[in-house]
Antibody, heavy 118, light 106 residues
Framework: EIQLQQSGPELVKPGASVKVSCKAS????????MYWVKQSHGKSLEWIGY????????SYNQKFKGKATLTVDKSSSTAFMHLNSLTSEDSAVYYC???????????WGQGTLVTVSA | QIVLTQSPAIMSASPGEKVTMTCSAS?????MHWYQQKSGTSPKRWIY???KLASGVPARFSGSGSGTSYSLTISSMEAEDAATYYC?????????FGAGTKLELK
């Protein structure tokens, strides 16, 4: 069974940074891109970017360049997203999703709630 | 970036009723993906490559379309279908999602 297990909720102060993890199991980690998606409360979905776990190559939505940094640890089949200089606008649920063959998010993690508050 | 406009934003349907929701793209796309999301849970791949049903999706669902106009149809509404449905394209960077259609049970 393919699973993506994300790290728990985070409460962080404005200006701080946070690192969200996504541990993959049930498939070959390096065979599929890992996407990251933002969902603000009650809102739609925004694609942040993706990483190719095989070679660490990344692609970002221009909107999130400088905000998000995607990395992986192949030894533990875990993808990470680092968010810096957090503001209230960054408060949201963040999802990792394993890529499908046509650019769709085939499997999704349970989401990580990041709350930015003093 | 390509803007996806979903309509209606909210709709309700009675059990057994046929349901159709649409996704209009600001520029032509090669295919469309659809996700189902229920309150408090993560999105699920529902329909991909315009018309392919994801594993476990009931056959009463179907997807169609081309160019700038795509749709998701439920042939006969069931209670478990109440959810928000999002369309998504990746024919052009960055991938974008529609604002969603919230389907309620009447």
């Amino acid at each position: 069974e393919i699973q993506l297990q994300q790290s728990g909720p985070e409460l962080v102060k404005p200006g701080a940074s946070v690192k969200v993890s996504c541990k993959a199991s049930g498939y070959s980690f390096t065979d599929y891109n890992m996407y990251w998606v933002k969902q603000s409360h009650g809102k739609s979905l925004e694609w942040i970017g993706y990483i190719d776990p095989y070679n660490g190559g990344t692609s970002y939505n221009q909107k999130f360049k400088g905000k998000a940094t995607l990395t992986v640890d192949k030894s533990s089949s875990t993808a990470f997203m680092h968010l810096n200089s957090l503001t209230s606008e960054d408060s949201a649920v963040y999802y990792c999703a394993r890529g499908g063959n046509s650019g769709e998010g085939a499997y999704w993690g349970q989401g990580t709630l990041v709350t930015v508050s003093a | 970036q390509i803007v996806l406009t979903q309509s209606p934003a909210i709709m309700s349907a009675s059990p057994g009723e046929k349901v159709t929701m649409t996704c209009s793209a600001s520029s032509s796309v090669s295919y469309m993906h659809w996700y189902q999301q229920k309150s408090g849970t993560s999105p699920k791949r529902w329909i991909y490559d315009t018309s392919k049903l994801a594993s476990g999706v009931p056959a009463r669902f179907s997807g169609s379309g081309s160019g700038t106009s795509y749709s998701l149809t439920i042939s006969s509404m069931e209670a478990e279908d109440a959810a928000t449905y999002y369309c998504q394209q990746w024919s052009s960077n960055p991938p974008t999602f529609g604002a969603g259609t919230k389907l309620e049970l009447k």
